[in-house]
Every structure is written in C-alpha cells, then in structure tokens.
Nanobody, 125 residues
Framework: QVHLVESGGGSVQAGGSLRLSCAVSRYTSCMGWFRQAPGKEREGIAA??????????TFADSVKGRFSISEDVVKNTLYLQMNSLKPEDTAMYYC???????????????????WGQGTQVTVPS
C-alpha cells in the first residue's frame, strides 16, 4: 500500500508562484499531479518516472513552461512548482502514484491506483 499526503496549497495572486508537496510512504517508479476544478473532469498535468539515475517528466500543454515536477527520493517527497499562475489554474490538486516506467508513466488518471486527498489552489481573477 502507498499513502500520499499533499500540502502547500493556498490562495495566490495571478502571476504568482506556489510549490505543492506530496509526501509518499514509499518509493514508486511513477508519480503524477492532477487537478480538478468544480464541474470539470480531472486533468493530468504532470508525471515523472524515476528509475535509478534516469528520470523522465511529461506535462500537459496547459502547464508546459510554467510548472515543473521534481522528486526528492531521499525524502520520498514529490513537488510541483507552479509559476505564472492564472485564474484558470484554480482547482483541487492531487498527487498520485503507480509502478509504471519511462514512457508508460503518463498523465492518465486511469493509470494511477494510489491517490492523495488533495490540496486546494485558488488564483483569484
């Protein structure tokens, strides 16, 4: 079993930055960040696969160039650095984990079996 706990959410002005953290109970090879706004489907925004010294990240077009994903494997913590935030980034943000590797580590919610409880990010318009 894998347990995930997100933190770092809050309210930030448009153009600002925020860093989300996700504490994971154990190493997994693929981790991702998702978000869901009220009335919208859950959106996969970033995923990272780490296998030894190799890592591979992928991003949704909606956040590419503004968000980055990283993992501290010693601390078993996943991060999402969010810059140039926009009102449309307002959502509940979730981290998730699975055992996929490389290109199979995607931002597809159906691929992930372990989820955190979410942390709210609000960017007022």
């Amino acid at each position: 079993q894998v347990h995930l706990v997100e933190s770092g959410g809050g309210s930030v002005q448009a153009g600002g930055s925020l860093r989300l953290s996700c504490a994971v109970s154990r190493y997994t090879s693929c981790m991702g960040w998702f978000r869901q706004a009220p009335g919208k489907e859950r959106e996969g925004i970033a995923a990272i696969s780490i296998d030894g010294l190799d890592s591979r990240a992928t991003f949704a077009d909606s956040v590419k160039g503004r968000f980055s994903i990283s993992e501290d494997v010693v601390k078993n913590t996943l991060y999402l650095q969010m810059n140039s935030l926009k009102p449309e980034d307002t959502a509940m943000y979730y981290c998730a984990a699975n055992w996929r590797y490389g290109a199979s580590c995607r931002t597809e919610a159906a691929d992930f079996g372990y989820w955190g409880q979410g942390t709210q990010v609000t960017v007022p318009s």
